[in-house]
């Protein structure tokens, strides 16, 4: 693949995630200033959203932090909430034939939600390029980055975002992904057995594993659809 060719697929991947990217940097604000409230520094926040990369995991790890920090309750929330990075593995995995060993371990470290939907949505019309994935994941690791250091400067003058309706744009967000993957009505069913099963197991346990439970169901509502009717050629 030429130079040109990489240079493109990365442009397009960067120019794909920034609208994105640019909408979670508000939350990216918010988690560096809590996380001077909790204690941290803007090394310390900086170097979780470089290693972790997380913004759900983080955003709990912060809610619980405190002095010593109790690392095995920490270790187990972020493995609880980050569970759903099985699933998605699962999906890209076929997609990533072009890839070569090396690249495919910067996969696992920089997937996201964000990132997999873009590369999806990719991989439903194009192949998916190393490229074009890396172009999503440097758009959204760079800005994320930059705005939790940034929001630990502001400290306590940015408010909740529930105060200002500002929680409601992630949801909104992850429902514009998922309509992009609405082909058919094959969609229909899938998308309702995952809600439908992430808010009971909410509503009767709590925590965060009605994030693995929406994802399996949704998986099981796929596998007992009937078989998709080839078109004629």
């Given at each position: 693949m030429s130079f040109s060719t990489v240079a493109r697929d990365v442009r397009l991947g960067f120019v794909g995630m920034l609208p994105i990217a640019l909408a979670a940097a508000p939350f990216g604000l918010l988690l560096g200033s809590e996380a001077v409230?909790?204690?941290?520094?803007?090394?310390?926040?900086?170097?979780?959203?470089?290693?972790?990369?997380?913004?759900?995991?983080?955003?709990?790890?912060?809610?619980?932090?405190?002095?010593?920090?109790?690392?095995?309750?920490?270790?187990?929330?972020?493995?609880?909430?980050?569970l759903r990075h099985v699933l998605m593995s699962a999906s890209l995995s076929p997609k990533l034939k072009s890839f070569r060993p090396s690249q495919k371990a910067f996969v696992a470290f920089l997937l996201a939600d964000e990132i997999w939907a873009l590369s999806e949505?990719?991989?439903?019309?194009?192949?998916?390029?190393?490229?074009?994935?890396?172009?999503?994941?440097?758009?959204?690791?760079?800005?994320?980055?930059?705005?939790?250091?940034?929001?630990?400067?502001?400290?306590?003058?940015?408010?909740?975002?529930?105060?200002?309706?500002?929680?409601?744009?992630?949801?909104?967000?992850?429902?514009?992904?998922?309509?992009?993957?609405?082909?058919?009505?094959?969609?229909i069913p899938v998308i309702l057995a995952s809600i439908a099963a992430s808010l009971l197991f909410k509503s009767l346990y709590g925590g965060t594993g009605f994030i693995l439970a929406g994802g399996l169901a949704g998986m099981a509502a796929a596998a007992l659809l009937p078989p998709e009717k080839k078109k004629p050629s």
């Amino acid at each position: 693949m030429s130079f040109s060719t990489v240079a493109r697929d990365v442009r397009l991947g960067f120019v794909g995630m920034l609208p994105i990217a640019l909408a979670a940097a508000p939350f990216g604000l918010l988690l560096g200033s809590e996380a001077v409230r909790q204690g941290l520094t803007p090394a310390e926040i900086g170097l979780m959203s470089m290693i972790v990369f997380a913004g759900s995991a983080q955003f709990l790890t912060v809610s619980i932090w405190t002095h010593p920090a109790p690392w095995a309750a920490l270790a187990l929330a972020a493995f609880l909430i980050n569970l759903r990075h099985v699933l998605m593995s699962a999906s890209l995995s076929p997609k990533l034939k072009s890839f070569r060993p090396s690249q495919k371990a910067f996969v696992a470290f920089l997937l996201a939600d964000e990132i997999w939907a873009l590369s999806e949505q990719r991989a439903a019309q194009h192949p998916l390029t190393p490229g074009f994935y890396f172009g999503t994941a440097l758009g959204l690791y760079v800005i994320w980055l930059a705005a939790t250091v940034a929001g630990t400067a502001l400290g306590g003058i940015l408010p909740a975002p529930e105060t200002i309706g500002f929680d409601f744009v992630f949801a909104a967000l992850f429902i514009s992904l998922i309509t992009g993957f609405a082909k058919s009505w094959r969609t229909i069913p899938v998308i309702l057995a995952s809600i439908a099963a992430s808010l009971l197991f909410k509503s009767l346990y709590g925590g965060t594993g009605f994030i693995l439970a929406g994802g399996l169901a949704g998986m099981a509502a796929a596998a007992l659809l009937p078989p998709e009717k080839k078109k004629p050629s």
